[in-house]
């Protein structure tokens, strides 16, 4: 008896620090890392961010081990001429939006970067949101957007 009531707090031990562990209401889909030639100090990061809890969130950083620094970054074009800036105070998801960073928009900006991204390396990225937490995602590293993503270029 003894040692099913401790089998039973050990699961219920584990389920908590699972539920912790989880990102709450976050959801990321169709990441993906453009290609860049030999040399580059930059390579550019898309996805899509579904928050699906009941709260805004706020996409605050980013980290990972192929970059010297990870920044949300917004594209904007200003007299024909393209300007890309960090997203000051991070990049803000209201509750149940979707957020897609996508080629000549918003996306991820992987600076001082330590390996060219060639195609079919997987790289892994953890964001970081200001409700959410860290949340690890694998992303590929593609030539152009993924078949069948016709709302990846603009």
Excluded at 8 to 22: H, P, R, Y
Excluded at 45 to 67: F, H, K, Q, W
Excluded at 87 to 113: K, N, Q, Y
Excluded at 140 to 151: I, S
């Amino acid at each position: 008896m003894r040692m099913l009531k401790a089998a039973a707090l050990l699961g219920l031990a584990l389920f908590a620090a699972e539920a912790v562990a989880k990102p709450v209401g976050i959801a990321v889909s169709g990441a993906w890392i453009q290609a860049t030639p030999p040399g580059a100090a930059t390579a550019a990061g898309y996805l899509t961010i579904v928050n699906r809890g009941r709260e805004a969130d706020r996409l605050v950083g980013a980290e990972s081990s192929v970059a010297a620094k990870v920044q949300p970054h917004h594209m904007s074009m200003t007299g024909g001429i393209m300007r890309m800036r960090p997203v000051a105070g991070g990049l803000g998801i209201a509750a149940g939006a979707t957020v897609r960073l996508a080629p000549e928009g918003d996306h991820l900006m992987l600076i001082g970067l330590k390996s060219p991204m060639t195609p079919g390396k997987i790289v892994k990225v953890t964001l970081e949101f200001a409700r959410a937490g860290k949340v690890a995602v694998d992303v590929p590293v593609r030539a152009g957007p993924p078949a069948g993503d016709m709302g990846a270029m603009r």
